[in-house]
């Protein structure tokens, strides 16, 4: 069975659709870029820092207690948040068969949230941040951000209740969800952090938060691409609808259960670690099922990941979201959270989340996308590779040397003797690895941005046929055919 084709008609419906988000989606996609390469800059900077002690020592805005935070809030509110938001507002209208309308208000929104993102990296970066990871920026910061992402996503609700479909597809279900749960999960962490919750509860709180913005905001975005991307470019529709419809309402109610299970053994009632750990691991049947349910509508059409850029990107994505899934199912049990939950570990576990599955399969609808809001073609084929190949080794390198180094220090910080300084000279070694990580993946975001530039200049590729990989320009005119599967 294969996707019907588009009528005439239909084609010029979405090319209506995609010049109505062409200026909001490329301003949201170029500065989310921006933010990404300041994000991976003082991803290097501080891991070399965390290596090398006493390096910039005279500096105090060069210390590790600040430019790790500094680049959390980059690289999550910045780039994945912001990128995001662009993928939220293209696709709704596409999935929803109405044109973005209120333009205006939304870029004026985004300059909004571009100007809270900044001033909760300087407030961090400048001494005034309050040491709970991601919310550790001023408490007159937050209001901004929410205030923001309300202004710009509020949009999205009405798009969906204006459906022209009947169906509701299970892409739309995921953005709506991520529209909602965002701003619950971060109104009640900044509201009780900030009201002067105790510090205990604050950093359950923070974990909480953290965990919640992976699976209620980050997951449902990157599935809704999935969902959308996957059957697109392989001609099939999604294997099992009720597959994913039940995958959807199992994350929906287990996500919310999940963070505590970083404290476990902490001062919290021996129940909420409990739970926390259990959810976690639950979690892992609805994301299986989404990954089988995406892998399966693939079957016969693997060679196609040699030919498009977005479904290799996506693909590799969702792979990435299952080994999360795993690992944190891991950590949430006491024979390996015991020893991992305050290493190492839990720094490569966010970024596999952050960077490994969400930002890799945001790069898979940034190469879907951005052809069609502005008429051109990706300029190369071979940066597009090498951005892929340079972000994977980058990835995988940073997630072996944590797990490895959280490995490492966890196993001496447990032994209650042994001093603490002697943990971090045993793990020393594999901040080499994070360091040489954020070095890879620094350079192939630099080859992004640049392609990207280009596209949003109008020095995009003319020419006929897609920029596939692997293919030069005009040879194929889909990944299907230059595959051979058409």
Not at 60 to 65: A, D, E, L, W
Request: glycine share 8%; with cysteine.
């Amino acid at each position: 069975m294969t996707v019907p084709q588009p009528t005439p008609e239909e084609i010029e419906e979405r090319a209506t659709i995609d010049r109505s988000t062409r200026f909001p989606v490329m301003f949201f996609f170029t500065s989310a870029a921006a933010w990404l390469l300041a994000a991976t800059l003082l991803g290097f900077l501080s891991s070399l820092k965390l290596r090398v002690p006493g390096l910039w020592d005279e500096c105090q805005f060069m210390g590790y207690g600040r430019l790790f935070p500094a680049h959390m809030n980059a690289l999550v509110y910045g780039w994945a948040m912001q990128a995001g938001i662009g993928v939220m507002l293209w696709l709704m209208a596409r999935l929803t068969r109405n044109p973005l309308r209120h333009i205006t208000a939304i870029l004026v929104a985004g300059h909004l949230w571009n100007a809270g993102v900044a001033l909760a990296v300087c407030t961090v970066w400048f001494g005034f941040g309050n040491s709970v990871p991601l919310l550790d920026f001023s408490a007159w910061v937050w209001p901004i951000i929410a205030l923001s992402y309300t202004l710009i996503v509020v949009w999205v609700i009405p798009m969906f209740r204006q459906r022209r479909a009947s169906l509701t597809y299970v892409s739309e279900m995921y953005l709506v969800g991520a529209a909602i749960w965002f701003p619950w999960i971060f109104l009640t962490a900044n509201i009780l952090i900030n009201k002067g919750t105790a510090p205990v509860m604050g950093a359950g709180l923070s974990a909480w938060y953290i965990t919640n913005l992976i699976y209620f905001w980050m997951a449902p975005v990157s599935l809704a691409v999935a969902y959308y991307i996957i059957p697109k470019i392989s001609g099939r529709p999604i294997f099992s609808y009720p597959l994913a419809t039940a995958s959807f309402w199992l994350l929906a109610f287990l996500a919310g259960w999940t963070g505590f299970s970083r404290f476990m053994g902490g001062p919290f009632p021996a129940w909420m670690s409990a739970v926390s750990g259990a959810a976690t691991i639950f979690i892992l049947l609805a994301v299986f099922a989404t990954v089988i349910n995406l892998m399966i509508t693939l079957k016969g059409c693997s060679k196609l990941w040699e030919y498009s850029p977005s479904l290799r990107f996506t693909v590799f994505g969702m792979l990435m979201l299952a080994l999360y899934a795993v690992l944190s199912a891991l950590s949430s049990t006491y024979s390996f959270g015991k020893n991992l939950q305050f290493s190492h570990f839990i720094v490569g576990l966010d970024t596999l989340a952050f960077y490994g599955f969400f930002s890799m399969t945001i790069f898979g609808a940034i190469y879907f996308i951005v052809p069609r809001i502005t008429g051109a073609e990706w300029p190369s084929g071979d940066r597009i590779r090498t951005h892929f190949w340079f972000s994977t080794y980058g990835i995988l390198t940073l997630v072996i040397t944590m797990l490895i180094g959280g490995i490492a220090q966890g196993g001496d910080m447990a032994v209650w003797d042994r001093a603490f300084s002697t943990s971090y000279v045993n793990s020393s070694a594999y901040v080499v690895g994070r360091a040489t990580a954020w070095a890879l993946i620094g350079y192939s975001n630099f080859l992004f941005l640049y392609q990207l530039a280009q596209m949003f200049l109008g020095r995009g590729r003319k020419s006929e046929g897609p920029t596939l990989i692997h293919a030069k320009p005009g040879e194929a005119n889909s990944a299907k055919a230059a595959a051979g599967l058409s």
